[in-house]
């Protein structure tokens, strides 16, 4: 078993600045990929970005350039700062982990790995 603690969301207004953090505990070693995806009132779940062991990242087209994800495999732990914000990032943030080894490709909206973090939510609002 996996557990994770995604922290790091808040309010903030547009054009500003939030890192979110993840990190894993329990059978940490066994994870091959992590990130995050999230979650909009009355929309569908979307993968926002994420990354493997060897470094491979896969990010939605809407935070490409804005967000940036990257990983320390030693403590097991994923941060992503997000600039650039807009009002639209609001969500409910959740870092998601993947124990089964995929292509980075593999993930998508409707893809994720096999563990869920409880959610932090980003506000972005004026």
């Known amino acids: 078993q996996v557990q994770l603690v995604d922290s790091g969301g808040g309010l903030v207004q547009p054009g500003g600045s939030l890192i979110l953090s993840c990190a894993a505990s329990g059978n940490s070693e066994s994870i091959y990929a992590m990130g995050w995806y999230r979650q909009a009132p009355g929309k569908q779940r979307e993968l926002v970005a994420i990354i493997t062991k060897g470094g491979s990242v896969n990010y939605a087209g809407s935070v490409k350039g804005r967000f940036t994800i990257s990983r320390d495999n030693a403590k097991n732990e994923v941060y992503m700062p997000m600039n650039s914000l807009k009002p639209k990032d609001t969500a409910e943030y959740y870092c998601?982990?993947?124990?089964?080894?995929?292509?980075?490709?593999?993930?998508?909206?409707?893809?994720?790995?096999?563990?869920w973090g409880q959610g932090t939510q980003v506000t972005v609002s004026s």
């Open positions: 998601n982990a993947d124990t089964r080894v995929r292509s980075v490709t593999y993930y998508n909206d409707t893809q994720a790995g096999n563990y």
